[in-house]
């Protein structure tokens, strides 16, 4: 946890297990991961922690991304998102960082969010993977990781082989028109 950052100013302490935010049950670490990508900077949540053996509620306030991020100077959290195809892709900040377990390589960007009809979800790709690179070519931001798809599918021949880090394990995963029915 960043020392000084949101969460910490909040009270949560390592070892708590976060249950509830904004009022959204947490089932699996990629709906924690959602919500808080989705999350206004500003606004106050609640969050509901388990900590040894009892549930505490506890407040945070959504900070912005502090300006040197790791996607690139001057780009604030607002501009380190991008969507392509039904996907939402954010820069993969300490917080995600340590929100994904302290498993997540060092550069790529997280999968936020995947909708059912995405080209992409016929391949299990889940909110929480961290996509390290498209075919090949590291990526290091979601407007990065957007341009390499966007060049990739319109070669649609080729196909598209990501390779993830999903919960500390990497694997590669390809998809190609087939997938999708092309």
């Known amino acids: 946890m960043a020392k000084g950052g949101p969460a910490d100013k909040a009270g949560i302490q390592q070892g708590d297990v976060i249950t509830s935010f904004a009022g959204e049950e947490i089932a699996k670490l990629r709906d924690l991961t959602r919500i808080v990508a989705d999350t206004p900077a500003g ?39 991008a969507s392509f195809l039904g996907m939402v892709l954010s820069v993969l900040t300490p917080e995600l960082r340590r929100l994904l377990g302290g498993t997540a390589p060092a550069n790529g960007v997280v999968v936020t969010q995947i909708q059912a009809w995405s080209p992409f979800a016929t391949i299990d790709l889940q909110p929480g993977d961290v996509i390290v690179s498209v075919n090949e070519e590291p990526v290091s931001t979601p407007q990065d990781a ?14 598209i082989l990501f390779q993830l880090n999903r919960q500390g394990a990497n694997l590669y995963v390809g998809w190609s028109e087939q997938d999708n029915g092309g």
């Open 43 to 81: 606004q106050t949540v609640t969050i509901k922690v388990w900590r040894r053996d009892h549930e505490i509620t506890l407040e945070a306030t959504i900070e912005k991304q502090s300006e040197r991020n790791e996607g690139g100077a001057g780009e604030s959290a607002t501009q380190q998102r």
């Open 146 to 159: 957007a341009a390499k798809l966007e060049v990739a599918q319109s070669n649609p021949e080729r196909g």
